[in-house]
């Protein structure tokens, strides 16, 4: 069994999906560890991302500056090939000041690892909002459209080529809709010509780890799709 297999069966994300295009059937997804964005220098994506981290920093747009303890702007690789967006920060993020850590962060470490992505090497990691809501209830419908120029300005300056949302406020918040996350798997939406592919979020996996097998097509679905947009 190979590492990817290993990975697969660890996490019961089970029946593996394998692609009815690729040529090479017994491949588990695709491989898509290139990094993307070769277009502008290094320092100048930095000194961006650092204007663009200052302004989170001393953001009071909406209530959720007044409980935060650190903003949690986001992580990754600047013209990454994925831009992994999920809701708003939880409490081991907000006191850490990172996204995605913690229980939920871990499986989904390990979930993009089986589809060879990691945000230190093709991957940028953010969220809808960027300060905790007190006592991690949902952010709201204002709260996510205050926020909300922030992560624009983020995908502009990644500038990946897939964006995958993570749980149904960050892909309604995303796509502009209001919709169930069952009614929103399985089809690509786009975002500025960026492919939007929705899938749950690790924390709910966590609380209903059935559902772990649809979360696991939905990446294998997210990987086939940014290989279309490779090859066109
Ligand atoms: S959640 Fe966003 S808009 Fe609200 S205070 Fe924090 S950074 Fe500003």
Request: glycine share 6%; with cysteine; proline share 5%.
């Amino acid at each position: 069994m190979g590492r990817k297999e290993q990975i697969i069966e660890a996490l019961g994300l089970y029946p593996i999906w394998v692609s009815k295009n690729r040529a090479n059937a017994n491949s588990i997804c695709a491989d898509t560890s290139e990094i993307g964005n070769k277009s502008r220098p290094k320092i100048d994506l930095e000194n961006d991302h650092n204007l663009i981290e200052q302004d989170i920093l001393n953001c009071k747009s909406c209530v959720l500056h007044r409980e935060r303890d650190k903003v949690v702007v986001g992580e990754g690789v600047f013209g990454a090939d994925w831009f992994i967006v999920g809701e708003a920060p939880g409490a081991e993020e907000d006191s850490r000041g990172k996204p995605f850590v913690g229980a939920a962060g871990k499986l989904l470490d390990a979930m993009l690892q089986a589809i060879s992505v990691d945000r230190k090497k093709n991957a940028y990691i953010s969220n809808i909002v960027k300060c905790r809501p007190p006592k991690n209830r949902n952010p709201s419908k204002e709260e996510c459209l205050e926020c909300r120029p922030y992560l624009d300005r983020q995908l502009d300056l990644v500038a990946p080529k897939i964006i995958l949302a993570m749980g149904r406020i960050a892909s309604n918040s995303i796509l502009d809709i209001d919709q169930t996350i069952m009614n929103l798997r399985g089809e690509i939406y786009d975002y500025k010509n960026i492919p939007v592919i929705v899938t749950y979020h690790p924390a709910y996996l966590l609380r209903s780890p059935m559902e772990k097998a649809k979360a696991w097509v939905d990446l294998c679905f997210a990987t086939e799709v940014l290989a279309d947009k490779k090859n066109s």
